[in-house]
């Protein structure tokens, strides 16, 4: 069975830091995800990645299929970036909608 | 507005007695699915459907039921809630299992 860890599981940072958390996974993937879920509660999808690199805005999210390894990077964090994130997994061998979470990290950052 | 309405916000019900959480989207979607997300565990998969008539479980599906008669609709059926029940539940849409997802605003889901 897939597994999917995060890391770090809680993270605190200043207004303007760069902000990495990392996601590693076991088996092959067909796809990953990052989700952002604010503290009233919704989730919002931020990237799918299969390879190589994804940027939006502030936010970068890059994949290393051979190491099974993703992370997401906040650029000049703000206080609004304070969020929980999820990363997610599809991998081959399953159905490709069904997804395993890892249990998310915590980021507030401080103005 | 593209999105993913699932109705009751909240909920709180009594052990045993039947009900229904639904999820309707209106962007074409394929793919659709039901989450649970608990302290201390995150989300965990209850079942998805890729198209209509196609559903499968996934990691955790006991006690619950789901149905995908039209393409736009996803209810999720629990037919004798127990306490354990109790958590909180996101309904999603995409166009593939492997393309970018559309949340609910989530069922805050009570059993006593």
């Known amino acids: 069975k897939n597994e999917v860890e995060q890391s770090p599981q809680n993270l605190t940072a200043q207004e303007g830091e760069f902000i990495t958390i990392n996601c590693s996974y076991s088996v092959g993937i067909s796809a990953l995800h990052w989700l952002q879920q604010h503290p009233g509660g919704g989730i919002v999808s931020l990237f799918m990645l299969s390879s190589g690199k994804k940027k939006h805005g502030r936010l970068i999210a890059t994949i290393n299929i051979q190491e099974k390894h993703s992370s997401l990077h906040i650029t000049a964090s703000h206080p609004r970036d304070s969020a929980v994130y999820i990363c997610a997994v599809s991998y081959y061998g399953g159905s490709q909608g069904n997804l395993i979470f890892g249990k998310g990290t915590k980021l507030s950052v401080k103005p | 507005e593209a999105q993913v309405t699932q109705n009751p916000r909240y909920l709180i019900t009594v052990t045993g007695k039947k009900l229904t959480v639904t999820c309707s989207q209106n962007m074409n979607h394929e793919y659709m699915s039901w989450y649970r997300q608990d302290p201390g565990l995150g989300l965990r998969q209850i079942y998805y459907?890729?198209?209509?008539?196609?559903?499968d479980k996934g990691d955790v599906p006991e006690g619950y039921k789901v149905s995908r008669k039209e393409k736009r609709n996803f209810p999720l059926i629990l037919e004798s809630p127990s306490p354990n029940q109790t958590s909180l539940y996101f309904c999603a849409s995409s166009f593939t299992g492997s393309s970018g997802y559309t949340f609910g605003s989530g069922t805050r889901l009570t059993v006593v």
């Open positions: 459907s890729m198209n209509v008539e196609v559903t």
